[in-house]
């Protein structure tokens, strides 16, 4: 069945240094992907989404590229801010929506 | 504002108990979802609707029950023969088709845990 491997935690950055949290899919189809972030206590909030590939989702400074040919959707952020510390959690949707295992970063001032 | 409300933030079962988590939304969405997450794991689906008074099985759906009598809301029953329930559950929910491009709208969550 489809699933999601993403970059295991946690992940320790100062403010200002470069994020990348890299993340796979496997599908039998063409997914729809997404990223979501999780804030502590609370539920999941999408972050950005991409649909087709070569499309780039973006939001919030956060950056990630729909590559078909390597099956990533790799999260990228150039200068994080201790705000930006949650779970972050790649998914794709084929048929139902799956999700990467979670990826725990802190940012550090 | 629009959004998914989830009751009790926090819930103790005792066992043998059956319990009823509440999701509520408010943004006229068709799909609902209802998810359990562990720590260090994703998320997966335990039931989920695509519309009213319709629902399917996810891949963990044994011990649990729901039922979808109004589009607003979609209530998660943990029965006494789900034999690990401590977990964070996740209720969410979608606008409907095209299925796979839509993004889910999540709630604040479920605590529960076992005395």
């Known amino acids: 069945g489809d699933s999601v491997t993403q970059m295991e935690g946690p992940v320790t950055l100062s403010e200002e240094a470069f994020l990348t949290i890299n993340c796979t899919y496997t599908a039998t189809g063409y997914p729809s992907l997404f990223w979501y972030v999780q804030y502590p206590g609370e539920g999941l909030q999408l972050l950005l989404k991409a649909t087709k590939a070569d499309d780039k989702g973006s939001n919030k400074g956060f950056e990630a590229t729909y590559r078909k040919e390597t099956t990533s959707f790799h999260l990228e952020k150039g200068s994080v801010q201790v705000s930006d510390s949650a779970v972050y959690f790649c998914?794709?949707?084929?048929?139902?929506?799956?999700f990467g295992a979670g990826t725990t970063v802190t940012v550090r001032a | 504002d629009g959004g998914i409300t989830q009751s009790p933030k926090y819930l103790f079962r005792k066992e043998g108990q059956n319990v009823t988590l509440s999701c509520e939304q408010n943004l006229n969405h068709d799909a609902m979802y209802w998810y359990r997450q562990d720590p260090g794991q994703g998320l997966r689906l335990i039931y989920y609707?695509?519309?009213?008074?319709?629902?399917q099985k996810g891949d963990i759906a044994e011990g649990y029950s729901v039922s979808r009598e109004k589009k607003e809301s979609f209530p998660l029953t943990v029965t006494s023969a789900q034999k690990n329930p401590t977990a964070f559950y996740l209720c969410?929910?979608?606008?409907?088709?095209?299925?796979?491009?839509?993004?889910?709208?999540f709630g604040d969550g479920t605590r529960l845990s076992i005395l």
């Open positions: 969410a929910s979608s606008i409907g088709a095209p299925w796979k491009v839509q993004p889910q709208h």
């Open positions: 998914a794709s949707n084929d048929y139902k929506l799956s």
């Open positions: 609707s695509q519309i009213v008074n319709d629902f």
